[in-house]
């Protein structure tokens, strides 16, 4: 059964203080893994998605690398803004045919100025 | 609209009651998901439309819950005779049609809280 662990589930920073969000996944043939932010009353949203052990994709201060077992999310400088829960999702076999996500349960961020 | 829309954004319902929460989905996406979400938790799927046919329903939690999507675009899901347990976040998603890099990214809503009291 594929499954998603992300760790820590929660985590504060100060203002500019670089950290990373792990998330471990059991999946044989992965085919894809995922990274949503979620702000309080809001739905997921996209940042980024890795096929391969190796890749790594970068977007402003988030950088998020994946390797054969878990995925990393590194975080540089962040400001308060980046506060959010970080969530990870993959697509392995358990998925089917249909592309459904399997989430882990996510990493609250608190940045503090 | 440019992306995901779903209504009512918050729904309270009294025990027992039947709800219909709606989901928009982006145009041209044949894909729709819909997910639940605890308090606290990542989401868990739900059921899954290609177009109109529901492809997928092996996460709905018991015969209460039915979803749809009659033409293939709007899509609703119902539950009947609602319980405290089905409170939640109900986040519907959707996608090009799944399959090849760059076509399996979902695009959420911004859900609906479901309260049952």
């Known amino acids: 059964e594929d499954q998603v662990t992300q760790s820590p589930e929660a985590l504060r920073l100060q203002e500019g203080e670089s950290s990373s969000l792990n998330c471990s996944y059991t999946v044989s043939g992965l085919r894809g893994l995922f990274w949503y932010r979620q702000d309080p009353g809001k739905g997921p949203e996209f940042l980024f998605t890795?096929?391969?052990a190796g890749e790594e994709k970068e977007k402003e201060r988030l950088k998020a690398t994946l390797t054969k077992k878990e995925s990393f999310l590194h975080i540089t400088a962040p400001k308060p803004e980046d506060s959010a829960t970080y969530l990870c999702?993959?697509?392995?076999?358990?998925?089917?045919?249909?592309?459904?996500?399997?989430f882990g349960q996510g990493t609250t961020l608190q940045v503090k100025p | 609209g440019a992306g995901v829309s779903q209504s009512p954004r918050y729904k309270v319902a009294k025990r027992g009651q039947d709800v219909a929460l709606r989901c928009d989905p982006i145009?041209?996406?044949?894909?729709l998901f819909w997910y639940q979400q605890a308090l606290g938790q990542g989401p868990e799927f739900l059921t899954y439309f290609q177009n109109e046919a529901q492809l997928d329903k092996s996460g709905l939690p018991s015969d209460r819950f039915f979803a749809e999507r009659p033409e293939g675009s709007v899509s609703t899901l119902k539950i009947q005779r609602t319980q405290q347990e089905d409170s939640a976040v109900y986040l519907c998603a959707s996608s090009f049609l799944f399959g090849g890099e760059g076509k399996n990214i979902q695009y959420f809503g911004a859900g609906t809280r479901l309260s049952v009291l």
């Open positions: 890795l096929y391969s």
């Open positions: 999702a993959v697509l392995g076999p358990g998925s089917g045919n249909t592309g459904k996500l399997i």
């Open positions: 145009s041209g996406h044949v894909s």
